[in-house]
Nanobody, 116 residues
Framework: QVQLVESGGGLVQAGGSLRLSCAAS????????MGWYRQAPGKQRELVAF???????NYADSVKGRFTISRDNAKNTVYLQMNSLKPEDTAVYYC??????????WGQGTQVTVSS
């Protein structure tokens, strides 16, 4: 089983930046990729960015060119650098660890609020 602890959320003005971190512990050898999803009030959870163990990335169209996902394998930590933030980026951001055995793990979520 994998445990995920997120940090770095907060309140920022439009145009500002934040960096989210997600540290994994436990059965980290089962992880085949890590990424970020978000859920705004009244909306479904959606993919923001994902990074596989092989280095492939997948970004939502709405964040391409503004957000960058990276990973420190030695620390089992994934980061999401968010620049040029917009009010529509406001959401709870969740870290996800994909499992090669089919049981993914989720963090508790961190709130990101972008004021206009």
């Amino acid at each position: 089983q994998v445990q995920l602890v997120e940090s770095g959320g907060g309140l920022v003005q439009a145009g500002g930046s934040l960096r989210l971190s997600c540290a994994a512990s436990g059965s980290t050898v089962s992880i085949n990729g890590m990424g970020w999803y978000r859920q705004a009030p009244g909306k479904q959870r959606e993919l923001v960015a994902f990074l596989t163990n092989g280095g492939s990335t997948n970004y939502a169209d709405s964040v391409k060119g503004r957000f960058t996902i990276s990973r420190d394998n030695a620390k089992n930590t994934v980061y999401l650098q968010m620049n040029s933030l917009k009010p529509e980026d406001t959401a709870v951001y969740y870290c996800k660890a994909g499992s090669r055995y089919g049981v993914d793990s989720w963090g508790q979520g961190t709130q990101v609020t972008v004021s206009s």
